[in-house]
């Protein structure tokens, strides 16, 4: 899978709108953007994928860039429940490989 | 709370102990997937199953054995472990081992070695 690149960390107040970045300049046509982040305590928690076009879910809307070589995971209102590790990952949708690389993340905090 | 259950939250064993951990899931998922996090650094695979047959060893030691009784069942055997295999190993499973399908994750089971 192809590196990705996201500040250490960020912080947010409560109820405001946070955007996290993601670079992966060398991300191929066939590479797939997903988001996974890790709360405090638990296993990973899937948050959001695409390929060309935004997309939207009930947890976040990714921002993905015309050329793709950067994207951001917008959380619209946060909460304090919001504060955890988030991980932007690139999969190939042609790879053999089935496991998630994970990078080191973004931790974000939340200020109530 | 998760779909993918682990069993224990918490285990402290001797260097000389064999414990297993346990890993279900009951989604109709075919993929699983056992991962090893140390503190403040992200998870690395070990292994993956796909259709309850092996597919993937990241070259992890003999010390560390996996079984896939069943597709609902993963555990993960452990002997002669080492202080340093200290962390956090968590399971996960997919729908299929298509890369573009979510993996769902337990929320671990952290190992401490005495």
């Known amino acids: 899978d192809a590196k990705t690149t996201q500040p250490n960390s960020m912080e947010s107040n409560e109820e405001e709108p946070v955007h996290l970045p993601c670079n992966h300049s060398?991300?191929?046509?066939?590479?797939?953007i997903h988001w996974y982040r890790q709360l405090p305590s638990q296993g990973p928690e899937y948050v959001i994928h695409?390929?060309?076009s935004n997309v939207n879910n009930r947890m976040a809307s990714l921002a993905i860039a015309e050329d793709r070589k950067s994207s951001t995971l917008i959380l619209h209102r946060a909460t304090l429940r919001d504060a955890a590790v988030y991980y932007c990952i690139l999969r190939d949708i042609l790879g053999s490989a089935r496991q998630l690389t994970f990078g080191s993340g973004t931790q974000l905090t939340v200020l109530p | 709370d998760t779909e993918v259950t682990q069993t224990p939250k918490h285990l402290v064993m001797g260097m000389t102990n064999k414990k297993s951990l346990k890993c279900e899931q009951h989604?109709?998922?075919?993929?699983m997937y056992w991962y090893k996090q140390k503190a403040k650094k992200p998870p690395e695979l070990m292994f993956v199953y796909s259709y309850e047959k092996l597919s993937i060893n990241e070259s992890v030691p003999s010390r560390f054995s996996p079984e896939c009784p069943n597709s609902s069942l993963l555990n993960l055997h452990l002997h002669a472990l080492q202080p340093e295999d200290s962390a956090l190993y968590l399971c996960?499973?997919?729908?299929?081992?298509?890369?573009?399908?979510?993996?769902?994750f337990g929320d671990g089971t952290r190992l401490s070695i005495l």
């Open positions: 060398t991300i191929s046509g066939t590479d797939y």
């Open positions: 695409g390929l060309t």
């Open positions: 989604m109709g998922h075919r993929a």
């Open positions: 996960a499973s997919s729908r299929t081992g298509n890369s573009n399908q979510p993996q769902h």
